[in-house]
């Protein structure tokens, strides 16, 4: 069964980090792109960043880019977003997100809130 499950949300000062996780199950992360996105209440979703295939070449929304980063372990089949230095803004639900290399959409995980507030 192909699944994508997040963890790791929560509630955090402006400041703080966070690690958000994402297991995988059904298909195999290193073979394709993982992406996470982020829907702040009344926005559109918008990419974060993602985390290609093979090497594993990163790529950052400007909004976040020096702050967050995209990694995965290939053992465990999981992707990771390590989100420090978080601001208010950063406040959203989190999505994980796999898609074949020709962009073809696996799954989306169900989201996991993050709130940055003080």
């Known amino acids: 069964q192909v699944q994508l499950v997040e963890s790791g949300g929560g509630f955090v000062q402006p400041g703080g980090s966070l690690r958000l996780s994402c297991v995988a199950s059904g298909f195999t992360v290193g073979s394709n792109i993982m992406s996470w996105y982020r829907q702040a209440p009344g926005k559109e979703r918008e990419w974060v960043a993602h985390?290609?295939?093979?090497?594993?070449?990163?790529n950052y929304a400007d909004s976040v880019k020096g702050r967050f980063t995209i990694s995965r372990d290939n053992g465990k089949n999981t992707v990771y977003l390590q989100m420090n230095s978080l601001k208010p803004d950063d406040t959203a639900v989190y999505y994980c997100?796999?898609?074949?290399?020709?962009?073809?959409?696996?799954?989306w995980g169900q989201g996991t809130q993050v709130t940055v507030s003080s």
């Open positions: 997100k796999a898609r074949t290399l020709v962009g073809r959409t696996i799954m």
């Open positions: 985390i290609i295939n093979g090497a594993g070449a990163t």
